[in-house]
């Protein structure tokens, strides 16, 4: 099939196809004559599983590894287990310094008056 067809069964944009076979992370089957893009029904399923792995904001080289250990009939699930814990931990910090954030910028906006003045604590923090 060819790239625009694939891409819709995987759910993706066809530009998101195409820049995951650019960087090796899905690659087409086989290429036309015309160097037009195919794409199997395997491959088809590689970018449904990168899409699911994306949608959990994992990165490309993460993507890259998962999808390298769902190929390999041999792997061991303690090192998709290391991958996803990883992750895990980085979200974890990510939730916590947003939580921050939320907290910081709460405590701006109540102390701004919003008012037609020009002072505001929020410009005078940045600076």
Do not use: W
């Amino acid at each position: 099939m060819n790239i625009g067809e694939a891409a819709n069964q995987a759910g993706l944009p066809v530009k998101t196809v195409r820049y995951y076979s650019d960087i090796g992370l899905v690659s087409p089957s086989y290429r036309s004559a015309s160097g037009y893009r195919n794409y199997d029904s395997t491959s088809v399923k590689k970018l449904i599983f990168v899409k699911r792995a994306r949608s959990f904001d994992f990165s490309i080289e993460d993507c890259r590894e998962l999808l390298d250990l769902y190929q390999d009939k041999n792997r061991t699930s303690s090192n998709v287990r290391r991958i996803a814990k990883e992750h895990l931990i980085r979200i974890q910090k990510k939730e916590s310094e947003l939580k921050n954030l939320r907290l910081e910028l709460n405590h701006l906006v109540k102390a701004c008056a919003g008012d037609d003045r020009p002072d505001c604590p929020i410009i005078d923090y940045f600076s």
